[in-house]
C-alpha cells in the first residue's frame, strides 16, 4: 500500500523508526556522547520548606572523578524564568521536598551518583503545610483554567437541585497521579564557546529553545535542540523540565559535555503530576432520568511554585443537557511539589466523577446507563451553546453496547458468581477537547522525485513522523516511501509541542499545507514554506470535542479483594482516523493507563514529609502485561469540516477519558457496592461490607 498513490491517509502505516527502535538503534537524549561527556546527579533538598544555611561539598569533591558540585546560587546569574518549576540552584529557598539544592558532576554516573550522596546540606527547615486540600481555609476560586474559566455558572443550579424530584449528591476522590513514562526527564547538554546544544527528552523543543535562550541570555540561533527520539511523556515533558536548565549549567560550569539522566526516584517531586481531586457532584433529575441541574465542585492543590490546576470541572459544561450548570474549581497552594500537565489532565479525573455519578443516577432512577445518557444529550454545547461541529457520543455508545454485548444485561447488582468471583459490566462516555496551534513547515521536491517534509514535531512514541508522512503523501498526490519526514530538530521549522491530543492537528495542516501548494504550484521552487498562523488559531464557530464510549467487564475476587478486569472497549468518534495502526495503538495504550487509573495508580501526599512514599515503579504501580485483559479499540467514520484539512481530530488522550469510570461502574454491577476513591485496590474492596451470597 505504501507505494499506491492516494492511499496514504488513514492508512495502517508502521511507524517508521519501529526498526531502529526494536534495534537499540535510535538514539535517546542521555545516549548522546560527546568527546568528553561527564554525567550529573541532583541533589534532592531534605525538607519540605526552609533554607540551605550550609552546602559542604568537600567529601564529594575528594572523590576521585569528580568535576564540580553546583551549590544553591550558582544559576543566580541567569534570567528567571516564567516557569517557576525551572528557577533551580537561583536562590537557597526550598519550596518542596526534592528540589534540587545541588548537583554532583563527574566522570561516571555512578561517581556522581556517589558525589551527590557525600554533599552535605545544612537547612532552616521552617513549617509546612501538605494539605489536604479539602475543607483548607486558604482554597480560593482560580480565574482561569488553562485559558478557560475557573467558575461557570448559568440557570439557577442551587435552587433547582434543591427542586428536583430525584437528588444525588455524591463526592469522588482521585488521588495524585504520576507520569512516568519510561525514558526518565534526561538532557545532554554541550557549549561550542556560545552557542548550546542540548539533546533532551521533550514533547516540544521549540519551547525548549525560547526558555533556554531566555535564561542564558542568548539569540535562539545559537542554541540548539534535538530530540529525535522521545521515550514517552504523557504531559510531563509538556514544559521544558529541570533536567535541560542543570545539564546546560553543569556543561557551562565545568567545560565538559554533561549527561543529566534524572534518577527515576527523583522524578515524582520534579517532573510534575496529576494533583489530588475531591469532586463533589450534585445531579438533579425528573424521574424520566432528564437532568435539572448538574453542579460539579472540584478541590485540588497546586505548589507555591506554580499555580496549576487540574481543570476536572470542565467536562461537565460539555456533556449533558441541563437547564441549570455550576462548574467550578478551587485550589490551595501547599508547601509541595509542583502539580503539571498528566495524560488529559482535567478530563480524566473530571469524568471519572461525572461518569460514575451518572451511573449512579441511572441506578437510582432503574434507567439503562446507555440509555440516561442518550436521553441528557444535549443539541448544542451547554454551557456557551455553541453548535458542535460533530458530535456523535450517541452513536459510539450505541456501537459499542453492540460490540459489547449490552443488550438483556441483567443491571442487577452483586448477583453474578463465579466461585469467590462477582461479575459485572459498567459503561462511561468519554471527551476530549479539539486543540489545535499553528506551526510552520517546509516541503522540498527533489530532482529524485522524493519529497522531504521538515518539521520540528516531537515523536514521543506516538508515530508522528509517520503519519506527517501520510498527510504529506496526501497532499502531494504521491505514495507514501517517495516522502521523507524530518522532526525532533530545533533547526527545523518551528512547531508547537506534542500535548493537547494537538501535535499532528497543529503540525499536520501545515504540513498538508505545504505540500499541497509545492505540488499546485510547482513553478514556485523546489521548496515551500507554510506557516498556519491566523488559521490554525482562528476562533470558531463551533463547539470542537471527540468522543467516545468505554465498556468493561470485570471480575471481583470477594476472598482476595483482587479486581480483574476481563474485558475493556472503547469506541470513538474523532474525526477522520489518519493511521489505523498508529491510532489504536494511543487508543488501546490510554485505555491501560485508565486501567491503572482505575486499579492500581496512586501516590500518597505525606503530609509529615510532604512528598510522595511512592517514588518508583515497585511502588507505584502502573499495569503491566498481565494486568491487561483483551483490549479493543475502534471508531466510527466521523466527517468534520470545521477542523484542519485533514478533518482529524486529537487522539492521544481521549482513551484514557472515562475508562476508570466503566471500569468502576462495572465493580458496583459486579458488588452492589459503590466506591468512590480510585484505586480500587484489594485493601479497599476487603474493607468494604460483606459481600452477598
Ligand atoms: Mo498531554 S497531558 O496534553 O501531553
Redesign the pocket.
Known amino acids: 500500500m505504501t507505494g499506491t498513490t492516494g492511499a496514504a491517509l488513514g492508512a495502517p502505516a508502521e511507524r517508521r523508526e519501529g526498526r531502529q527502535k526494536v534495534t537499540g538503534a535510535a538514539r535517546y537524549a542521555a545516549e548522546y556522547a560527546p568527546p568528553g561527556r561527564v554525567h550529573a546527579w541532583p541533589v534532592p533538598a531534605a525538607v519540605a520548606r526552609g533554607r540551605v544555611t550550609g552546602v559542604d561539598t568537600s567529601a564529594a569533591l575528594a572523590l576521585p572523578g569528580v568535576l564540580a558540585v553546583l551549590t544553591p546560587s550558582d544559576a543566580a546569574g541567569l534570567a528567571a524564568p516564567e516557569d517557576g518549576t525551572l528557577a533551580v540552584l537561583r536562590t537557597p529557598d526550598v519550596p518542596h521536598r526534592g528540589w534540587c539544592v545541588a548537583l554532583a558532576v563527574a566522570e561516571t554516573p555512578e561517581t556522581a551518583r556517589a558525589a551527590a550522596r557525600a554533599v552535605r546540606v545544612d537547612y532552616a527547615a521552617k513549617p509546612h503545610d501538605a494539605g489536604p486540600a479539602e475543607g483548607h481555609p486558604d482554597a480560593y476560586e482560580p480565574e482561569d483554567v488553562v485559558g478557560q474559566p475557573g467558575r461557570v455558572e448559568y440557570g439557577d443550579p442551587e435552587a433547582a437541585y434543591a427542586a428536583a424530584e430525584v437528588r444525588l449528591d455524591v463526592t469522588y476522590r482521585v488521588p495524585p497521579l504520576h507520569n512516568h513514562p519510561m525514558e526518565p526527564h534526561a538532557t545532554t547538554a554541550h557549549w561550542d564557546g556560545d552557542r548550546l546544544t542540548v539533546y533532551t527528552s521533550t514533547?516540544g523543543g521549540t519551547t525548549v529553545r525560547s526558555v533556554l535562550a531566555g535564561m542564558f541570555r542568548l539569540p535562539e540561533e545559537r542554541v540548539t535542540v534535538v530530540a529525535e527520539h522521545v521515550g514517552g511523556?504523557?504531559?510531563s515533558k509538556?514544559t521544558p523540565r529541570p533536567d535541560v536548565v542543570l545539564a546546560a549549567l553543569a556543561a557551562r560550569h565545568t567545560g565538559r559535555p554533561v549527561t543529566l539522566a534524572y534518577p527515576r526516584r527523583y522524578l515524582p517531586t520534579v517532573a510534575g503530576h496529576r494533583a489530588p481531586t475531591v469532586q463533589r457532584l450534585r445531579l438533579g433529575a425528573h424521574p424520566d432520568g432528564r437532568l435539572t441541574a448538574l453542579l460539579h465542585e472540584v478541590t485540588t492543590q497546586t505548589s507555591r511554585v506554580n499555580e496549576f490546576v487540574e481543570h476536572a470541572a470542565v467536562v461537565s459544561r460539555v456533556m449533558y443537557a441541563t437547564p441549570s450548570l455550576l462548574s467550578t474549581h478551587r485550589v490551595v497552594p501547599l508547601d509541595v511539589p509542583t502539580p503539571s500537565?498528566?495524560?488529559?489532565?482535567g478530563e480524566a479525573p473530571g469524568m471519572y466523577a461525572l461518569e460514575s455519578a451518572v451511573d449512579e443516577l441511572a441506578d437510582a432512577l432503574g434507567t439503562d446507563p446507555v440509555e440516561l445518557r442518550v436521553l441528557n444529550e444535549p443539541r448544542t454545547e451547554p454551557a456557551g451553546g455553541k453548535p458542535f461541529s460533530s458530535r456523535h457520543v450517541v452513536e459510539c455508545l450505541r456501537e459499542g453496547a453492540r460490540r459489547f454485548g449490552w443488550a438483556g444485561r441483567d443491571p442487577r447488582p452483586g448477583i453474578r458468581r463465579e466461585g469467590p468471583l462477582l461479575l459485572g459490566t459498567g459503561v462511561a462516555a468519554a471527551t476530549y477537547p479539539v486543540q489545535v496551534a499553528p506551526s510552520t513547515a517546509t516541503a522540498e521536491a527533489r530532482p529524485d522525485g522524493t519529497f522531504v517534509v521538515r518539521i520540528n514535531a516531537a515523536d514521543i512514541g506516538t508515530g508522528a513522523r509517520t503519519v506527517l508522512a501520510q498527510i504529506a503523501a496526501d497532499a502531494l498526490g504521491v505514495p507514501l516511501d517517495r516522502v521523507r519526514t524530518e522532526v525532533g530538530h530545533s533547526d527545523l521549522p518551528p512547531a508547537p509541542l506534542?500535548?493537547?491530543?494537538s501535535g499532528t492537528a497543529s503540525w499536520g495542516w501545515a504540513v498538508h499545507e505545504a505540500c499541497a501548494r509545492l505540488a499546485a504550484h510547482p513553478e514556485e521552487g523546489p521548496t515551500v514554506r507554510a506557516d498556519t498562523t491566523g488559521k490554525a488559531d482562528a476562533d470558531s464557530p463551533y463547539a470542537r470535542h471527540a468522543f467516545g464510549a468505554h465498556f468493561a467487564e470485570v471480575a471481583v475476587d470477594t476472598v482476595t479483594g483482587e479486581i480483574r478486569v476481563r474485558r475493556l472497549l472503547g469506541v470513538y468518534a474523532a474525526g477522520r482516523i489518519l493511521n489505523a495502526r498508529t491510532a489504536r495503538s494511543q487508543f488501546t495504550g490510554a485505555m491501560i493507563m485508565g486501567l491503572g487509573m482505575a486499579l492500581t495508580e496512586h501516590s500518597t501526599l505525606d503530609p509529615a514529609f510532604g512528598d510522595f512514599p511512592e517514588a518508583d515503579l515497585a511502588a507505584y504501580h502502573v499495569p503491566v502485561q498481565a494486568d491487561v485483559p483483551d483490549i479493543e479499540a475502534d471508531w466510527i467514520d466521523e466527517h468534520d469540516s470545521h477542523l484542519n484539512p485533514m478533518g482529524s481530530k486529537g487522539i492521544?488522550?481521549i482513551g484514557i477519558v472515562g475508562t476508570a469510570a466503566a471500569i468502576g461502574n462495572a465493580v458496583h454491577h459486579a458488588t452492589g457496592i459503590r466506591f468512590r476513591e480510585l484505586p480500587l485496590t484489594p485493601d479497599r474492596i476487603l474493607a468494604a461490607p460483606p459481600y452477598q451470597g
Open positions: 514533547q511523556g504523557f504531559g509538556g500537565w498528566m495524560r488529559a489532565p506534542a500535548g493537547g491530543s492521544g488522550e
